[in-house]
């Protein structure tokens, strides 16, 4: 079974926070991601890892960033946290290369609450 | 600009009978298409995938429908059963055989899928 184990499934921070959510694999998958989850917007892609210390910029990358020190570990970082960030977060796992015809698995999320 | 769309919000169905969730893209650069089931409190569980050399493929109950001229893919369950409850994203990938997409995931915004006992 995929296992990707997400920190925390709810969240609550103030606005102006720093905000980490942690994001770690036991599957030795070369690819990992972090999407959001907003009603009506269906998943929308933050950042993208394809290898340690690699990164690229998904399709709303603004207000956020993100670091992968380890292969297993992908953290998603809130600089100063505002209250549009209030979403469900979702790290995503991709075996192989990082264009190869394979399903993403997903953790179960965190529901981040921004005051 | 929404280059994965699921028009229907919501449909329900009666236990035993077939649910059609349908989903149309607008990007012509899409090659591989999935579909996703996702029950609330927790993540998407990915289902079923399709690749654009394909017109159909077949997992036990649920079948995966591409009409790449049409540039819409559909999703059967039969016979459909109240586990199957849940909302259902269709995602599709561009440039899944090469390119520099990094196989990064396009979602439509969800049909929420109710079966009746």
């Known amino acids: 079974d995929v296992k990707v184990t997400q920190s925390s499934r709810y969240l609550v921070k103030r606005t102006g926070e720093k905000v980490f959510l942690e994001c770690v694999q036991d599957?030795?998958?070369?690819?990992m991601f972090w999407y959001r989850q907003d009603p009506g917007l269906g998943l929308r892609l933050i950042y993208f890892?394809?290898?340690?210390?690699?990164?690229e910029k998904g399709d709303i990358p603004e207000g956020y960033s993100v670091s992968r020190e380890k292969k297993e570990r992908f953290s998603l970082i809130l600089e100063s946290a505002s209250t549009n960030q209030t979403s469900m977060y979702l790290c995503?796992?991709?075996?192989?290369?990082?264009?190869?015809?394979?399903?993403?698995?997903f953790g179960d999320g965190t529901r981040l609450s921004i005051l | 600009d929404q280059q994965v769309k699921q028009n229907s919000p919501s449909l329900s169905v009666q236990e035993g009978r077939i649910s059609i969730l349908n989903c149309d893209y607008t990007n012509s650069m899409f090659d591989y298409f999935l579909w996703y089931k996702k029950y609330p409190a927790e993540g998407p569980t990915f289902l079923i995938s399709?690749?654009?050399?394909?017109d159909k493929n077949e997992d036990g109950r649920f079948t995966v429908f591409l009409n790449k001229s049409a540039k819409h893919l559909s999703l059967h369950i039969v016979p459909s059963q109240p586990g199957d409850s849940a909302v259902y994203f269709c995602?599709?990938?561009?440039?899944?055989?090469?390119?520099?997409?990094?196989?990064?995931?396009?979602f439509g915004q969800g049909t929420i899928l109710t079966v009746h006992p």
């Open positions: 399709i690749s654009s050399i394909k």
């Open positions: 995503a796992i991709k075996k192989g290369r990082a264009y190869s015809n394979q399903p993403q698995h």
């Open positions: 995602a599709a990938v561009a440039g899944a055989f090469g390119g520099t997409s990094y196989g990064k995931l396009t």
């Open positions: 890892s394809y290898d340690v210390k690699m990164k």
């Open positions: 599957m030795d998958h070369e690819n």
